[in-house]
T-cell receptor, first 116, second 115 residues
Framework: DSGVTQTPKHLITATGQRVTLRCSPR?????VYWYQQSLDQGLQFLIQ???????AKGNILERFSAQQFPDLHSELNLSSLELGDSALYFC???????????????FGEGSRLTVL | AQSVTQPDIHITVSEGASLELRCNYS??????LFWYVQSPGQGLQLLLK??????LVQGIKGFEAEFKRSQSSFNLRKPSVHWSDAAEYFC?????????????FGTGTRLLVSP
C-alpha cells in the first residue's frame, strides 16, 4: 500500500460527459502528480501541483483541468469526453517539489476510465 | 528534453534464470534514473533509483541496475527470477534541477516468467 488513495477505481461514462477523479496523497506529501496510461501513448505526465499551486504541465488537454485543495487532495476534471480518453489515470505524490525531493513518486492504484 | 527507450516490449524468462531489462535514455547531462514495477491492477512501485555516486545500484526484491554513462543505459538485472516477478517494468528519467517534475517514462517491458 503506497498510501496514495484514488477514487473511483473504475468509471464508465459516455462521450461528451464530464468526470472528476479524486486523489488523496500520502500523509505529509505536498506534491501531487497526475499521469495518464493508455495502450498507445504509454505513461504520460499530465500535471503537477505543489501545496496548492500548479508546478508543471505536461501533455494535458485543454478539456482536462486539475486542482489541489488546502487539505492537499487533488482532483482531475475531464470534460467533453472522447473515446480516446479511455485510460488508466494515476495519481502520485512526493514529499516536495524542489531539488530536495528524493525523486521517489508514490503511485495510487489508478482510476480506470472507460468512455463508451 | 529527456527521453527513455525500452527496446523490449515483452521478455519471457524461465523461473530461476537471470534477467536483464534494457533501458536507454537521452539527456544532456547526468540524469536521475529510476526503475518502477507495475503488477496487474496495481500502481507503480519504485524498485531502485540512481542519483550519483556508485553506478551499481541495489534495489528491492533482489534487483540491481547499472548506470553506464558511455552507453546512456540503465539496465535492470536480477540473478534469479521468481514467478512473482512477472509484471511490467518501467524505466524513467528525471531532469536535474526540476524537482523531478515531468518524470519521463519508457513504454515498459512486460516480463513473463515460465515454469
Amino acid at each position: 500500500d503506497s498510501g496514495v488513495t484514488q477514487t473511483p477505481k473504475h468509471l464508465i461514462t459516455a462521450t461528451g460527459q464530464r468526470v472528476t477523479l479524486r486523489c488523496s496523497p500520502r500523509s505529509g506529501d505536498l506534491s501531487v502528480y497526475w499521469y495518464q496510461q493508455s495502450l498507445d501513448q504509454g505513461l504520460q505526465f499530465l500535471i503537477q501541483y505543489y501545496n496548492g499551486e500548479e508546478r508543471a504541465k505536461g501533455n494535458i488537454l485543454e478539456r482536462f483541468s486539475a486542482q489541489q485543495f488546502p487539505d492537499l487532495h487533488s482532483e482531475l476534471n475531464l470534460s467533453s469526453l472522447e473515446l480516446g480518453d479511455s485510460a488508466l489515470y494515476f495519481c502520485a505524490s512526493s514529499t516536495s517539489a524542489g531539488t530536495g525531493n528524493t525523486g521517489e513518486l508514490f503511485f495510487g492504484e489508478g482510476s480506470r476510465l472507460t468512455v463508451l | 528534453a529527456q527521453s527513455v527507450t525500452q527496446p523490449d516490449i515483452h521478455i519471457t524468462v524461465s523461473e530461476g534464470a537471470s534477467l536483464e531489462l534494457r533501458c536507454n535514455y537521452s539527456y544532456g547531462a547526468t540524469p536521475y534514473l529510476f526503475w518502477y514495477v507495475q503488477s496487474p491492477g496495481q500502481g507503480l512501485q519504485l524498485l531502485l533509483k540512481y542519483f550519483s555516486g556508485d553506478t551499481l545500484v541495489q534495489g528491492i526484491k533482489g534487483f540491481e541496475a547499472e548506470f553506464k554513462r558511455s552507453q546512456s543505459s540503465f539496465n535492470l538485472r536480477k540473478p534469479s527470477v521468481h514467478w512473482s516477478d512477472a509484471a511490467e517494468y518501467f524505466c524513467a528519467v528525471g531532469a536535474r534541477g526540476t524537482g523531478f517534475q515531468k518524470l519521463v517514462f519508457g513504454t515498459g517491458t512486460r516480463l513473463l516468467v515460465s515454469p
